[in-house]
């Protein structure tokens, strides 16, 4: 079974982007932390993992317009591991391809004022 489940806070602002066909790309970089005892010692440390996440289609267009750095996520999807070819080296990238994605509160983008005159937005601006 391929399944990954993450909490944690965003590390810098999601990053949106489209493929040639059209189709929106948003890639966020999670940091979840760990509390673990230091070897040899009855002291305690705190060990942040980052884990790159990638979601896909309007769901990736609406979490861009409410994520921010900061913002604390659920990310539940499967691990995809690819490789490309840079100046010669040969790089391999692990990233968490979400099926899911939940806000569990923290920082939010400043919120645009109404641009219909009624007080709410149009359902177009509707993140999910």
Same mark, same amino acid.
């Given at each position: 079974?391929?399944?990954?489940?993450?909490?944690?806070?965003?590390?810098?602002?999601? &990053?949106?982007?489209?493929?040639? !066909?059209?189709?929106?790309?948003?890639?966020?970089r999670l940091?979840?932390? &760990?509390?673990?005892?230091?070897?040899?010692?009855?002291?305690?440390?705190?060990?942040? &993992?980052?884990?790159? @996440?990638?979601v896909w289609?309007?769901?990736?267009?609406?979490?861009?317009?409410?994520? @921010?750095? !900061?913002?604390?996520?659920?990310?539940?999807?499967?691990?995809?591991?690819? %490789?490309?070819?840079?100046?010669?080296?040969?790089?391999?990238?692990?990233?968490?391809v979400a099926?899911?994605?939940?806000?569990?509160?923290?920082?939010?983008?400043?919120?645009?004022?109404?641009? %219909?005159?009624?007080?709410?937005?149009?359902?177009?601006?509707?993140?999910?």
């Amino acid at each position: 079974m391929n399944r990954a489940l993450v909490s944690g806070n965003l590390g810098s602002d999601p &990053e949106l982007r489209y493929t040639q !066909g059209g189709t929106a790309v948003l890639n966020l970089r999670l940091a979840s932390n &760990e509390r673990r005892k230091k070897p040899g010692s009855d002291d305690w440390e705190d060990h942040t &993992e980052w884990h790159n @996440c990638v979601v896909w289609g309007k769901r990736a267009e609406g979490l861009g317009k409410i994520l @921010c750095k !900061g913002s604390k996520v659920l990310v539940e999807g499967v691990l995809r591991t690819s %490789n490309f070819e840079k100046d010669g080296t040969k790089h391999w990238r692990t990233e968490i391809v979400a099926r899911e994605v939940e806000l569990c509160g923290g920082a939010k983008k400043e919120e645009k004022p109404a641009s %219909n005159g009624g007080g709410r937005d149009d359902d177009d601006d509707i993140p999910f």
